[in-house]
């Protein structure tokens, strides 16, 4: 399997290597929602996930949080629909 990786960088701009796990538009919020890992264990033996706003920009895009309820509420909303998908 091939993974698509990106390079993000956190607070202090220390630069890691993540894994994007999906991408997904949401045009009644007018964002496009990228999920990745950095493969940081979590508990329970999982990975931990983030989801961001992918803004566009001259040279690529830029991450931003998810900062209303608005925002969460869809991205979760979409992301139970892939994995009803998933299941099937």
């Given at each position: 399997m ?9 607070e202090?701009?220390?630069s ?12 009644r ?23 961001a ?12 949080n ?6 969460w ?7 139970k629909?892939?994995?009803k998908?998933?299941?099937e």
């Amino acid at each position: 399997m091939i993974l698509k990786t990106i390079t993000v960088e956190n607070e202090a701009r220390e630069s890691a290597n993540a894994v994007i796990l999906c991408s997904f538009a949401i045009p009644r919020i007018d964002r496009n929602i990228l999920v990745y890992t950095l493969n940081e264990d979590s508990r329970h033996g999982t990975s931990k996930v983030y989801v961001a706003s992918a803004v566009p920009e001259d040279a690529g895009y830029r991450l931003e949080n998810l900062e209303s309820e608005e925002e969460w509420r869809c991205a979760v909303e979409v992301l139970k629909q892939i994995t009803k998908g998933v299941e099937e």
